[in-house]
């Protein structure tokens, strides 16, 4: 609410001058940070055991999916969720969590994850991480199911890559500032109340500030202003 009423008499217009936003937000929520793993065929019952009590979570835990509850088997983990810099700071993440023989990496000039892991092994992501990983979230990821001559030598083991490149930003490289004292116009497919696009630039925890020389201006859509929203 404004502290006083803004009458405006003919044509006016509004732009996007100066704005400032925090670097607060998580790499990916928390409820994207579940991921199940189903064992290799050569995976021994004992090595199974041990896994599954190791990632044993009650009788299972459930996550929103998609507007849906699913339940989670035992063989799953839970990553934190907070902010990682990189890919390759995530991976390490997830690796420490992940059951002997059974690692992630990353390729930096195909700049895809790839899973390298006893034939059959899969790994299922869900929400953003899945995302930012290159990976189709809900779909697993398998290890190769065809033993090349060197596997089980020491030499070579087989690895799959993820089907998309990585982006520890999942795409969101944009803020897009909506107000409802303007008038709608034409964004793609959309018809939009949009103010201006600010490009995200900074680092974690810190205050960023922009501003702008040359300010593109939209028409104001009212007459009378006693507050003014902005998501």
Known sequence: MLARTINLKGQWEVGLVEFEYPISWYTFPEEDGAYIITSGQNTQKDDEEEVSERYAVGDGIKIQINNGTRSIPKLCNTLKAGYYDDVLFLIREINTTLPPGVTLGYDHIKNRVFLKAPPKTLL???????????LKPGVAIESVNQLNKDY?????????????????????????????????????????PLLGCVHIDGENNKIVNVRYDKVHYVPVNKASITEISIE
């Open 152 to 192: 089980g030598s020491g030499r070579a083991t087989p690895v799959t890559y993820a089907p998309y490149q990585a982006d520890i930003n999942a795409g969101f490289y944009t803020l897009y500032i909506y107000t409802d004292i303007i008038e709608y116009q034409s964004v793609g497919d959309a018809f939009v």
């Open 124 to 134: 299922t992501f869900y929400g953003k991480l899945a995302v930012i990983l290159g």
